[in-house]
Nanobody
Framework: QVQLVESGGGLVQPGGSLRLSCSASRSIFSVYVMGWFRQAPGKERELVAR???????NYADSVKGRFTISRDNAKNTVYLQMNSLKPEDTAVYLC????????????WGQGTQVTVSS
């Protein structure tokens, strides 16, 4: 079993920055692809960014050039640095651990609210 705990959300003005953190209860980055998803009210959950076991990164088109995903293996923590935030970035942000091995389950954090508003 793996617990994922997000932190770092909050209220920020347009153009501002936030850094989200996702701490895993044990070392999993060699097995799991780590991702950040978000879900706004009335909208489907969408992938924002992910980092593969080898360190490759992918971003949604809507956040390219503004968001950066990274990880600290020693701290079992994944980060999402969010710059130039826009009101449309407002959502609950959730951390996900996904394994390409079908027998292993996915894990989700509880989510952290990000609100971009003046």
């Amino acid at each position: 079993q793996v617990q994922l705990v997000e932190s770092g959300g909050g209220l920020v003005q347009p153009g501002g920055s936030l850094r989200l953190s996702c701490s895993a209860s044990r070392s999993i980055f060699s097995v799991y692809v780590m991702g950040w998803f978000r879900q706004a009210p009335g909208k489907e959950r969408e992938l924002v960014a992910r980092i593969t076991r080898g360190g490759g990164v992918n971003y949604a088109d809507s956040v390219k050039g503004r968001f950066t995903i990274s990880r600290d293996n020693a701290k079992n923590t994944v980060y999402l640095q969010m710059n130039s935030l826009k009101p449309e970035d407002t959502a609950v942000y959730l951390c996900n651990a996904h394994s390409p091995v079908p027998a292993l389950p996915d894990y989700w954090g509880q989510g952290t609210q990000v609100t971009v508003s003046s």
